[in-house]
């Protein structure tokens, strides 16, 4: 038995179930330590379920996805396993086994949600996870990175997803969120699905990578010679707000508090309605972001978490992912061969991502 399903079991008195029912991808992954039981690449569904009770683990799962689940997938803790056909439903095999009050974190008959409490109970991560997810930002970010420094006029934002796409895929990670634009499409869209753009002067590459359930997400702009001054001007700008939005990202301070000093920056740096234009990210783990920071976010900042932040003005972005522990930041998507701006803090100097400047020509 593992101390997360422990911690599941204890809770189900407190959520007043007999039973939970686990079936979102999300949740298999963070409880198994990687698990993810799909076929379809972007369902947030799985082919199979975990039921939990007080004192059991039941593994459901159709007869024709069962055996490779058995042979390939993590399952760090004693299962019961229950098959059935494949033209048979959930429902009905959740019928028979008459578990009492069931809790489900995807949308069932009969069944009470508690995903949100799922989410909750999700934060913290193990030095596995943060081991797993060292490895995972690393190779992520120098993914994007490799392919930025190949860039050349002319190339389309397609083209360029593609490179990262296979790369990623060569590594088993998910690229599940590939979002590059080219010139006037950075200011244009704040989620710039690719096209058939050709680069000119100016892209912007982002990524959220996934691998073994945890997500990291990452952004990094490319210039083609020397940028205006304003645009130059605007990324140093955006540098001080994301050191600020670091600095006031600390254990034990409420979600309310963070987003007000992030509205405070942009003031202070002379882009008072900035922060309106773009959400401004949140806590990561098994999902993007395991929830978008707002003034109405309840809860505070706990340690051992994850944290993926992305500033915005018009025409750039600035976006990684650190881990927060009670020791302080640690950047995740860093390779060590990226240009930085140093924004200095009193005693801290943090160092975020600067455009790369290739030749124009």
């Known amino acids: 038995m593992t101390e997360k399903l422990e911690r599941l079991q204890r ?6 179930l007999d039973a939970l029912l686990l079936t979102r991808r999300d949740n ?4 198994t330590e990687g698990g993810s039981y799909y076929v379809v690449e972007r369902a947030q569904i799985g082919v199979a379920s975990l039921l939990i009770t007080p004192t059991s683990v039941l593994l459901l799962a159709p007869e024709n ?21 494949w033209y048979q439903s959930l429902e ?7 578990p009492g009050i069931i809790g489900s974190d995807m949308p069932f008959p009969s ?35 490799q392919v930025a420094r190949q860039l050349r006029a002319g190339v389309t934002e397609r083209a360029v997803e593609a490179e990262i796409v296979k790369n990623c895929l060569e590594r088993g990670i998910r690229p599940v969120c590939t979002l590059i634009a080219a010139d006037e499409r950075i200011a244009a869209y704040k989620h710039p699905v690719p096209g058939a753009k050709r680069l000119e002067k100016q892209l912007m590459m982002t990524l959220g990578a996934e691998r073994a359930g945890l997500n990291v ?22 540098a001080e707000i994301h050191a600020d939005i670091l600095m006031a990202t600390a254990v034990g301070r409420r979600w309310q508090e963070v987003f007000a000093d992030i509205q405070q920056a942009y003031q202070r740096h002379g882009w ?6 773009h959400h401004q990210g949140g806590p990561a783990g098994y999902d993007c972001r395991d929830w978008i920071v707002t003034g109405e976010t309840s809860g505070a ?13 018009s025409g750039v972005k600035s976006e990684d992912t650190t881990l927060l522990t009670d020791k302080g930041v640690e950047w995740l998507t860093r390779c060590d061969a990226w240009p930085l701006i140093e924004v200095v803090r009193g005693d801290k100097r943090w160092q975020i991502a600067d455009w790369l400047f290739l030749p124009s020509s």
Request: aromatic share 6%; net charge negative; glycine share 4%.
């Open 111 to 145: 069944t009470q949600d508690i995903q949100q409490p799922m989410v909750q109970l999700r934060q913290g991560l193990n030095d596995a996870e943060k081991q797993r997810f060292r490895a995972l930002g690393r190779e992520a970010a120098g993914i994007v990175e």
């Open 28 to 31: 298999i992954a963070w409880l």
């Open 301 to 313: 900042v706990m340690a051992d978490t994850a944290q993926a932040w992305n500033p915005t003005l």
């Open 272 to 277: 008072p309605e900035g922060w309106r234009s």
């Open 65 to 85: 996805e069962l055996p490779r689940i058995l042979a390939e997938e993590p399952m760090p803790f004693t299962c019961e396993v229950q098959s059935y056909p």
């Open 11 to 16: 809770i189900l008195a407190d959520w007043r």
């Open 92 to 98: 009905t095999v959740l019928a028979n086994a008459s």
């Open 217 to 238: 997400s990452l952004t990094r702009m490319v210039h083609l010679g020397q940028p205006a001054a304003d645009l130059r001007q605007r990324i140093l700008t955006l």
